[in-house]
């Protein structure tokens, strides 16, 4: 809708009034018109039809117009330099092919190479005969399997760990694995092909267990992230917990915040009462009456059980009073086991990732302005030149990540407070300064902590594959469907992150050989030779 053009001298109180009440009423429809949209796409979703397509991500990660610097002439774009096409190959199997019916005299001048790259994929059945021998007392002794025979099975671990890479990294669904399997000549049923991907994976579960408890000791920060996960049928939740190092993946039944503590936990969540505890209390307004009595006795509680028996002695029912009570022993519980109080989480803004030392994310705070439809000219040109604003801050904050300078922050922080402290006349516009303002500790974190990362792109990309695997096979349908699901999940990204092939780790964990190293013991030899690379930067 076009406004006519209101000059000054025709700017009395009552047309601002009733321009502010124009633009409040465009605000609701606004909103009104995203509401019946989504409602909309519901509707086509369960009629199976396409809903409205998504609007593009932020561009706030795109360098400004210009700003790129023109390549010289003649030169190539960066990564497509030559190199040797077979410089890494290896070839175990060398062939001589001699001229055939060379006339008489010719003379050999050598042999030219020529590489030829083939994959060999074909069953392989093999009976042992087994020598059983009666022994002098009675009783009789079978002949040993080879050492590459997994004990218990009929299938070697090459198929097994195709299966597990199958499934895993290629998002294979069972169907088309087994049927892949029949026309390789594989013998092998649909039950059969289950068990090889949920059952006895203990091995492989300790590991992605690991992975968490190192990670979160070693790591500075973290960046979450979660996203729908349904199971037998029911709507849940998959958590990512990950930094340049490790990715854990955890999928639960709801996203509060006492279920993202728990993921923290793993599974044997231990609950303790600290100075880091009490100060939860004391942020959330825990009743001091309560807080006494959970002071009184034992402050440490080894499960879940224990826990919920000592808040039931205490006549501690109210579910408001159970919930802080236990998020914070959850809190005090991460203390115990070595996470220290400084560790930074960086997400999205949701409220259940609000604990030790947050940071928030600038493409996520900036994503309403991206997603704003403007009225008219004016409104439009007032949006671009906010964001224009919030890019240019966010340019800053990067230069002042790579060298952090005194000098810089609070310069920094005037900015910042500027840019917030404006007002538009636009309410919408106005909404999204004044949450940047109330988040103002969070966006800024990088002043306090350069090494945080100024958006929390990591974890939406690291969550992306498990949303890949989801709309590939759908809901998981047993928990230890889930739970493999996950494990892998986390496995398969953190290989990916410490330089470790996948097939190469499944085919050594399979067969029992332990060659390569524990994927928690490689994380804490990256993090010690990334500190003593890269120390901790200092304000200068």
Not at 17 to 30: E, P, S, V, W, Y
Not at 500 to 516: E, P, S
Request: proline share 6%.
């Amino acid at each position: 809708m076009e406004l006519p053009e209101i000059g000054p001298a025709e700017r009395t109180p009552l047309v601002e009034a009733l321009l502010a009440i124009i633009r409040m009423q465009q605000d609701r429809i606004q909103a009104l018109e995203e509401q019946v949209q989504q409602l909309r796409d519901e509707v086509a979703i369960l009629k199976g039809q396409k809903p409205r397509p998504q609007i593009a991500p932020s561009r706030l990660e795109a360098p400004a117009q210009g700003s790129k610097p023109a390549a010289p002439e003649g030169s190539k774009r960066p990564g497509s330099a030559k190199r040797s096409k077979n410089s890494q190959l290896v070839i175990p199997d060398e062939v001589r092919l001699p001229v055939v019916d060379a006339p008489p005299g010719s003379v050999s001048k050598g042999f030219e190479p020529y590489v030829v790259q083939e994959f060999e994929m074909h069953a392989k059945a093999t009976r042992y005969l087994r020598e059983r021998v009666q022994l002098p007392d009675g009783s009789s002794m079978l002949a040993s399997l080879p050492e590459e025979v997994l004990p218990g099975s009929h299938f070697g671990p090459k198929l097994i760990a195709h299966i597990l890479y199958q499934y895993h990294h290629n998002h294979v669904t069972q169907p088309l694995l087994l049927e892949e399997l029949w026309e390789h000549g594989i013998d092998i049923s649909a039950g059969q092909l289950n068990n090889i991907l949920t059952e006895n994976k203990g091995i492989f579960h300790e590991e992605k267990w690991e992975l968490l408890t190192t990670g979160l000791k070693e790591a500075l920060y973290v960046g979450v992230d979660d996203t729908g996960a349904r199971h037998e049928g029911h709507n849940g939740f998959c958590t990512v917990v990950r930094n340049d190092l490790f990715t854990y993946f955890e999928s639960t039944d709801s996203k509060s915040r006492n279920n993202f503590l728990r993921v923290l936990h793993g599974p044997q969540p231990t609950y303790a009462i600290d100075t880091m505890t009490l100060a939860y209390w004391e942020r959330q307004e825990l009743s001091a009456d309560i807080v006494a009595k959970l002071c009184q006795g034992p402050r440490q509680f080894p499960d879940e059980p224990s826990w919920q028996a000592r808040l039931a002695a205490l006549g501690i029912t109210n579910t408001r009073h159970v919930r802080i009570a236990t998020e914070g022993a959850l809190l005090g519980g991460l203390i115990e086991r070595g996470v220290s109080p400084e560790l930074l989480i960086l997400s999205d803004g949701a409220g259940q990732f609000v604990i030790f030392v947050h940071a928030a994310c600038w493409v996520h705070a900036e994503r309403p302005l991206a997603r704003m439809v403007p009225y008219n000219e004016e409104h439009r040109a007032i949006i671009e030149k906010i964001r224009d604003q919030i890019w240019d801050l966010y340019r800053d904050l990067k230069t002042f990540q790579q060298n952090p300078a005194a000098a810089q922050k609070a310069l920094l922080e005037a900015r910042f407070d500027a840019l917030c402290d404006q007002r538009t006349g636009y309410p919408s516009i106005n909404g999204v300064l004044k949450d940047m303002r109330e988040h103002r500790a969070d966006l800024l974190r990088v002043l306090e902590r350069p090494e945080v990362p100024l958006h929390n792109n990591g974890a939406e990309s690291d969550i992306r594959e498990y949303v890949k695997k989801r709309k590939i096979s759908g809901s998981t349908r047993s928990d230890e469907g889930r739970r493999c699901r996950d494990t892998f999940a986390s496995l398969k990204k953190t290989c990916r992150k410490l330089g470790v092939r996948f097939w190469d780790y499944l085919l050594d964990r399979v067969r029992g050989l332990g060659q390569i190293p524990r994927l928690a013991e490689l994380i804490r030899q990256r993090s010690r030779q990334s500190q003593a690379a890269n120390p901790e930067p200092a304000l200068t």
